[in-house]
Nanobody, 122 residues
Framework: QLQASGGGSVQAGGSLRLSCAASSRTTTNNGMGWFRQAPGKERELVAAINWSGSSTYYAEFVRGRFTISRTKGGNTVYLQMDNLKYEDTALYYC?????????????????WGQGTQVTVSS
């Protein structure tokens, strides 16, 4: 139901834009989140957005560098990643929250897309 894309390999300081598209209008009324998981580490929340796009959350380690947004219809969510660092290297996942607001709890995300790999070289 969720298709993530836009990953790739960049040098430190570079930018990437991830996209997460729903196969149908299944995310319009739901909060959405971007998570990442590096090898040997827990999956962690990177950014989240409520159903309308009016409210967002960023993990401290990406604040000021990443921007989450969604289309007006709500069916596609983006993660603009600027000033990438080596430690941003991970598999990035998008997910749909069970409610209209965003959540910082992984347990509240019920639908997950496949991951898209982001590799940052130093």
């Amino acid at each position: 139901q969720l298709q993530a894309s836009g990953g790739g390999s960049v040098q430190a300081g570079g930018s990437l834009r991830l996209s997460c598209a729903a196969s149908s209008r299944t995310t319009t009324n739901n909060g959405m989140g971007w998570f990442r998981q590096a090898p040997g580490k827990e999956r962690e929340l990177v950014a989240a957005i409520n159903w309308s796009g009016s409210s967002t959350y960023y993990a401290e380690f990406v604040r000021g560098r990443f921007t989450i947004s969604r289309t007006k219809g709500g069916n596609t969510v983006y993660l603009q990643m600027d000033n990438l660092k080596y430690e941003d290297t991970a598999l990035y996942y998008c997910a749909k929250s069970r409610g209209a607001g965003y959540s910082v709890s992984r347990r509240d995300y019920t639908v997950w897309g496949q991951g898209t790999q982001v590799t940052v070289s130093s």
